[in-house]
């Protein structure tokens, strides 16, 4: 035990050297922190864009592609503060270490859940068009949200509810923030893998029976074939998206394989690992989906760039048309 404490110290005593005289690590800090901060900005612009139209406020695709942006905003946010707990080797009490962790691992189990709501909707709207108005409706929608909340918090919460009852004071001691150390036993790990493996199972499953269906239904020639092809390549997305999900998962095995190598090879590697595997995927949300969008990317562009108010009455014309 003493040789692991060690070890650490000597790690974190190196780190602590780059950080004051290493420049070029200071920088890539700044790069990783600002990134994270500038796609949360685009996003909230996003949802400034969706929050202008009553369409968009009143169709459940939009508001299934706010929530996804909402999620991955809160996601970006936690990521950036833990990994700014990381380069600093800040500790701080486990109560409040609690709270992020579990804001951080909600919203990782809400992104595929979320993605297998927008599937859904895009087969319903495809599949069964006479219906999809009463079937999907905005407050089910929001219902359907509600739910995947619930299921996204599960584990965490149980972890949390289970040590609140067995060792309250558990909460009241500091520690290096980290999900890991928010864990006490063999059966939370084993539980966490379980419910990550049973949930990205089944989006799986949903997306490749959804893209399946709406991959018939194109071949149909009583269907439109452009609106169903469109959903098509949407779900496909939405299967590259659940992929990238997946690489986040990695992200603990990695830094425990890279912990293996020397103290300045693995400083390195392991900013490659938070940006390649956490950050990145969370990025991409927005571009994948928001600027392919032809009724929402003039509008967004719109407020990104802050054109005049003639300009805005001319693109909320041409959306309505």
């Given at each position: 035990?003493?040789?692991?404490?060690?070890?650490?110290?000597?790690?974190?005593?190196?780190?602590?050297?780059?950080?004051?005289?290493?420049?070029?690590?200071?920088?890539?800090?700044?790069?990783?922190?600002?990134?994270?901060?500038?796609?949360?900005?685009?996003?909230?612009?996003?949802?400034?864009?969706?929050?202008?139209?009553?369409?968009?406020?009143?169709?459940?695709?939009?508001?299934?592609?706010?929530?996804?942006?909402?999620?991955?905003?809160v996601?970006l946010?936690?990521?950036?503060?833990?990994?700014?707990?990381?380069?600093?080797?800040?500790?701080?009490?486990?109560?409040?270490?609690?709270?992020?962790?579990?804001?951080?691992?909600?919203?990782?189990?809400s992104?595929?859940?979320?993605?297998?709501?927008?599937?859904?909707?895009?087969?319903?709207?495809?599949?069964?068009?006479?219906?999809?108005?009463?079937?999907?409706?905005?407050?089910?929608?929001?219902?359907?949200i509600?739910?995947?909340?619930?299921?996204?918090?599960?584990?965490?919460?149980?972890?949390?509810?289970?040590?609140?009852?067995?060792?309250?004071?558990?909460?009241l001691?500091?520690?290096?923030c980290?999900q890991?150390?928010?864990?006490?036993?063999?059966?939370?790990?084993?539980?966490?893998?379980?419910i990550?493996?049973?949930?990205?199972?089944?989006?799986?499953?949903?997306?490749?029976?959804?893209?399946?269906?709406?991959?018939?239904?194109?071949r149909?020639?009583?269907?439109?074939?452009?609106?169903?092809?469109?959903?098509?390549?949407?779900?496909?997305?939405?299967?590259?998206?659940?992929?990238?999900?997946?690489?986040?998962?990695?992200?603990?095995?990695?830094?425990?394989l890279?912990?293996?190598?020397?103290?300045?090879?693995f400083?390195h590697?392991?900013?490659?690992?938070?940006?390649?595997?956490?950050?990145?995927?969370?990025?991409?949300?927005?571009l994948?989906?928001?600027?392919?969008?032809?009724?929402?990317?003039?509008?967004?562009?719109?407020?990104?760039?802050?054109?005049?108010?003639?300009?805005?009455?001319?693109?909320?014309?041409?959306?309505?048309?």
């Amino acid at each position: 035990m003493s040789n692991i404490s060690l070890a650490e110290n000597n790690i974190v005593h190196q780190q602590e050297i780059r950080i004051e005289v290493d420049w070029v690590f200071g920088l890539k800090v700044a790069l990783a922190v600002s990134a994270c901060f500038f796609f949360i900005y685009v996003n909230g612009v996003m949802l400034f864009t969706l929050r202008s139209k009553s369409t968009f406020r009143e169709s459940s695709r939009y508001i299934l592609f706010a929530h996804m942006l909402f999620n991955d905003s809160v996601q970006l946010l936690t990521s950036v503060l833990l990994y700014i707990f990381a380069v600093a080797y800040l500790h701080i009490v486990r109560a409040v270490c609690a709270v992020i962790v579990i804001m951080s691992s909600t919203t990782f189990y809400s992104s595929p859940l979320n993605l297998a709501l927008m599937s859904l909707e895009r087969y319903i709207a495809i599949c069964f068009p006479l219906r999809h108005s009463e079937i999907v409706t905005p407050k089910r929608t929001i219902l359907a949200i509600c739910v995947v909340w619930f299921f996204g918090s599960i584990n965490q919460a149980t972890d949390v509810i289970g040590i609140l009852i067995t060792d309250p004071s558990f909460f009241l001691t500091s520690v290096f923030c980290t999900q890991e150390n928010m864990l006490k036993t063999k059966w939370q790990v084993d539980m966490k893998i379980a419910i990550t493996s049973i949930y990205f199972a089944t989006v799986g499953v949903i997306l490749l029976y959804t893209y399946a269906a709406i991959m018939l239904e194109a071949r149909s020639v009583s269907s439109d074939r452009a609106s169903a092809t469109k959903a098509r390549n949407t779900v496909l997305l939405h299967a590259v998206q659940l992929s990238l999900c997946l690489t986040s998962f990695l992200y603990g095995v990695i830094e425990a394989l890279l912990a293996r190598m020397t103290v300045s090879v693995f400083i390195h590697l392991r900013y490659l690992n938070f940006v390649v595997l956490l950050i990145l995927p969370r990025c991409l949300s927005p571009l994948i989906y928001g600027l392919r969008d032809e009724s929402f990317r003039p509008l967004f562009k719109y407020y990104f760039t802050c054109s005049s108010k003639k300009t805005i009455y001319l693109l909320i014309n041409i959306t309505h048309l």
